[in-house]
């Protein structure tokens, strides 16, 4: 089973500036995801889902494009971590070697995948802030769960996007500043294309962004007029356990969040 990912590159690295203009999907991987060993992917394997290397960055395809129609909440983070990805490129292996249909492979990809790491702390928030009781829902981890026809979990970069870290000697999750989210073509790219479509797809739906690069991105589509403000959590922690301050974070804006949960489940509430 992969634990890290290979410092060795693929046979035929991809450029970066492919990316800008189209998005991959998992009809084109289907047949390879297919066949990937039980407990995979293998480095070998996960070589083939590479999209793009140069040198410190690179970007792999996982099925994350899955969009709930009927999402009450989205969650949006960066990119999808190791965890994420992995989890999620299982989970569609292994819908379809049971013959589920690309669209419900996708879709148990992404309820496997997102969030792998983050989902109790997000909810514990969510919670504290009365989300559950807008929602008529037991907790907000039943988002994750049962109640996932009322998620749309997504990111900025909805493909899993990996940095090199000379100082550690590995490849660590994009982390939204190196290079800074909105300077990358790339990553605009993707928000101004992908993320806004998917949020336009559920105008009435709160949006929870998770950290500050986030935030970022959202505004920017908000002063694009592609994203209506007011729907927006802004000042919501990035959940991560490597965040230490991510309580105090909280904290120290739970009334400014509470207020605009409130005013969403007044004005926007699906």
Same mark, same amino acid.
């Given at each position: ?22 998005? &991959? ?7 390879? @995801? ?20 140069? /040198?410190? #960055? ?5 099925? *994350?494009? !899955? ?7 989205? #969650?949006?983070? %960066? ?9 999620? @490129?299982?989970? $569609?292996?292994? $819908? ?5 249909? %690309? ?10 995948? %997102? ?22 829902? +037991? ?5 994750? /769960? ?5 998620? +749309? ?8 996007? *990996? ?7 590995? !490849? ?6 190196? &290079? ?10 993707? @928000? ?9 797809? #559920? ?30 959590? *802004? ?5 991560? /356990? ?7 974070? *909280? ?16 004005? +926007?509430?699906?």
């Amino acid at each position: 089973m992969l634990n890290t990912l290979s410092v060795d590159r693929a046979s035929t690295p991809r450029k970066l500036g492919a990316l800008e203009s189209s998005s &991959p999907t998992l009809s084109t991987y289907a047949d390879q @995801i297919r066949r990937f060993s039980t407990r995979g992917p293998t480095e070998d394997e996960l070589n083939k889902l590479l999209l793009a290397d140069e /040198g410190r #960055i690179r970007v792999y395809y996982a099925p *994350f494009e !899955w969009v709930n129609p009927t999402a009450a909440v989205a #969650i949006v983070g %960066i990119t999808p971590g190791k965890d994420s990805m992995l989890n999620a @490129i299982r989970a $569609a292996a292994r $819908a379809l070697c049971t013959g589920e249909s %690309i669209d419900e492979a996708l879709r148990q990809a992404k309820q496997t995948g %997102i969030f792998s790491n983050m989902r109790v702390s997000i909810a514990q928030m969510l919670n504290e802030l009365g989300l559950p009781k807008i929602l008529g829902i +037991h907790s907000a981890l039943d988002l994750f /769960g049962p109640r996932f026809d009322m998620l +749309h979990p997504t990111s900025c970069i909805r493909n899993p996007v *990996f940095t090199w870290s000379r100082k550690k000697q590995t !490849w660590k999750g994009y982390d939204g500043h190196s &290079p800074k989210l909105l300077k990358w073509p790339v990553g605009k790219r993707y @928000i101004e294309k992908e993320l806004a479509g998917e949020l336009r797809g #559920i105008p009435r739906a709160l949006v929870v962004p998770c950290g500050e690069a986030v935030y970022g991105a959202l505004r920017h589509l908000c002063a694009m007029k592609l994203l209506d403000g007011q729907r927006c959590l *802004f000042g919501f922690p990035h959940a991560s /356990g490597a965040n230490a301050h991510c309580q105090k974070y *909280f904290s120290e804006r739970f009334e400014q969040l509470q207020a605009a949960l409130e005013k969403w489940a007044q004005q +926007h509430r699906p």
